[in-house]
């Protein structure tokens, strides 16, 4: 199994440029996010969504678009990418059974640099 | 809002030396789930916790689950090399938030 797979693995935007981030799993879970690494900060949600055709916004959802039109896509867009988004971003899912989640399965992360 | 605060933020051990990092969250947690993410790679899922009280213990490393459900704690035992790496706890209030993770490095 491939698991979680990222695209790409690395990226370099100029200021105001958009771009997808594609995330795809083959494990079925119904549970996926994104969240950006950035040192010292840990792991901040961004979007997730518990099943196709909804998301929600995490925890610094502002600058970013996700929607999930099938159980194993769930890409992120930057709409005008700015310095601050500069961080790496990871996507992640889960089993989830009756609202409970278990432990996350995350994607090897996409490196993005806004110059 | 919900905020997951972990500590320390950084440990340097001697090869053997035992290590723990603590995790403490703002609300009651339904679950705490532990993560480490080895130097440029990405979190790896290592256990989760969901009842009061719950110890659970694998190999050198054993994890609990505080009685009111607000903080955990992850212990390694006699610590080797293999073990460098940020440990995360990430607890679900409503979301799931990560703490800012514990940087561990061992010296041989």
């Known amino acids: 199994n491939a698991g979680v797979t990222q695209t790409p693995k690395f990226q370099v935007l100029k200021t105001g440029q958009s771009m997808t981030l594609q995330c795809a799993q083959d494990?079925?879970?119904?549970?996926m996010s994104w969240y950006r690494q950035d040192p010292g900060m840990g792991l901040r949600l961004i979007h997730y969504s518990v099943g196709a055709g909804i998301t929600d916004q995490g925890e610094v959802p502002n600058g970013y678009n996700v929607s999930r039109s099938t159980t194993e896509d769930f890409p992120l867009r930057l709409l005008s990418a700015a310095p601050s988004q500069t961080s790496v971003y990871f996507c992640?899912?889960?089993?989830?059974?009756?609202?409970?989640?278990?432990?996350?399965?995350f994607g090897s992360g996409t490196r993005l640099t806004v110059v | 809002g919900q905020q997951v605060m972990q500590i320390p933020q950084y440990q340097h051990v001697q090869e053997g030396e035992d290590f723990t990092t603590y995790c403490n969250s703002s609300?009651?947690?339904?679950?705490i789930q532990w993560y480490k993410q080895r130097p440029g790679g990405h979190p790896v899922f290592l256990i989760q916790l969901v009842k009061s009280g719950e110890v659970k213990k694998q190999k050198r490393l054993t994890f609990q689950f505080g009685e009111a459900k607000k903080n955990s704690s992850l212990h390694i035992t006699a610590t080797q090399t293999t073990d460098v790496g940020t440990y995360f706890c990430?607890?679900?209030?409503?979301?799931?938030?990560f703490g800012a993770g514990t940087r561990l490095t061992v010296k041989p």
């Open positions: 609300t009651t947690l339904s679950n």
């Open positions: 494990m079925n879970h119904e549970y």
């Open positions: 992640a899912s889960s089993y989830s059974k009756q609202f409970f989640y278990y432990g996350y399965t």
């Open positions: 990430a607890g679900k209030g409503g979301d799931m938030r």
